[in-house]
Structures are given as structure tokens and as C-alpha cells.
């Protein structure tokens, strides 16, 4: 896998230097933690299939909920996602986007899931960095062989990260694409 470092300023540094600020080096990576760190709360509630999660501040307190009728890999990842907003996007953040009943949002929706809108890529390029990061990829890649058409072997990978099966394969492929 080529090494290529990430450029100065980018999602994927922010990441980094928040692992590296609270020493984190090993899988799976302790989201919550990060979240405590950063100030924001997490709440569960079930939202509709389509929401993942949002963000919100209220009285200068980050607050992120997460769809609990998704699988706990998935939970992970949106709350990776909303830190990436919270690090990255702040302000917009605190502007936020009035949806139901006046609570200000940002949404894991379908918009982010096609990757079309600029914050919304930079917040999960943050999270795949912040959960699979490139460094402890690459070492549990050199202890095992990988073929990336065996969904078996992705499986094992994305287990000891505690990422969905799907997030893995996109990450690994990204970064062998890098």
C-alpha cells in the first residue's frame, strides 16, 4: 500500500492529531471517548431508517444523536461522522439547519450518503480516518494476506475495528486507490 501522508489541513490530519492527542493506538478505536474528550454528548433514539445521526449545540454543548435501531458498527461510524462536522465545520454547526420541532442538525442523510455534498465528504473522509486509520490498517494488512474480492477476510478486518463489512472494503479500496 503506498504511503502518501495527508495533506496539511485535511480531514484526514484531524483525525490523526485527535489520535494522537489522547494516545489512542490500537483498534478498536474508543469513540466515545473521543466524544467525552471533545465535549458532546451522545444520545440514542430511533429515528427514521434514513437518518444515521445529527449534531447540534445547545448552550455551547455538542450534542449527537444516533439512530439506535441501527447496528452498533453503524452507530460508530455516524458518530465518527458528526465528530468529523463538530472538528471541521463548527460554524456550521452552530448556524445549523432547523429540522423538527426547531432542532438545529446536521443529517447523516441520503445527500451524504451519495457523497455529493463537500462537508459531508470531508466528515466521512474524518471518520474513516478516525476509526480505520491508515497506520493500524496497514499494520493488521502486513499480518495477514488480503484478497480484496474475499468478503471473508474484509469481515475478520472490519470485526477488530468494529466497522460495518461495507465501511471497511470502501476504506481498504480507497486506500489502495491512493
Excluded: C, W
Excluded at 32 to 47: N, T
Excluded at 111 to 130: P, V, Y
Excluded at 138 to 149: A, F, G, I
Amino acid at each position: 500500500m503506498p504511503r502518501r501522508a495527508p495533506r496539511l489541513g485535511s480531514p484526514e490530519q484531524a483525525a490523526i492529531a485527535l489520535l494522537v492527542e489522547l494516545d489512542i493506538s490500537k483498534a478498536p478505536i474508543p469513540i466515545e471517548r473521543i466524544a467525552k474528550h471533545l465535549g458532546a454528548q451522545i444520545r440514542y433514539s430511533p429515528f427514521d431508517d434514513e437518518i444515521s445521526g445529527m449534531i447540534h449545540i445547545r448552550d455551547g454543548q455538542p450534542i449527537i444523536g444516533v439512530n439506535s435501531l441501527h447496528h452498533p458498527h453503524r452507530q460508530r461510524f455516524s458518530i465518527a461522522h458528526e465528530l468529523g462536522h463538530l472538528q471541521l465545520h463548527r460554524n456550521v454547526v452552530v448556524a445549523g439547519v432547523h429540522v423538527d420541532k426547531e432542532i438545529p442538525v446536521l443529517m447523516r442523510d441520503a445527500k451524504a450518503s451519495f457523497g455529493t455534498d463537500k462537508i459531508e465528504i470531508e466528515a466521512n473522509r474524518f471518520a474513516a480516518e478516525l476509526l480505520m486509520p491508515r497506520s493500524l490498517l496497514e499494520q493488521t494488512l502486513t499480518e495477514r494476506t488480503l484478497d480484496v474480492n474475499d468478503e471473508k477476510s474484509i469481515e475478520v478486518i472490519a470485526q477488530r475495528f468494529k466497522v460495518s463489512k461495507q465501511a471497511m472494503s470502501h476504506r481498504i479500496n480507497a486506500l489502495l486507490q491512493a
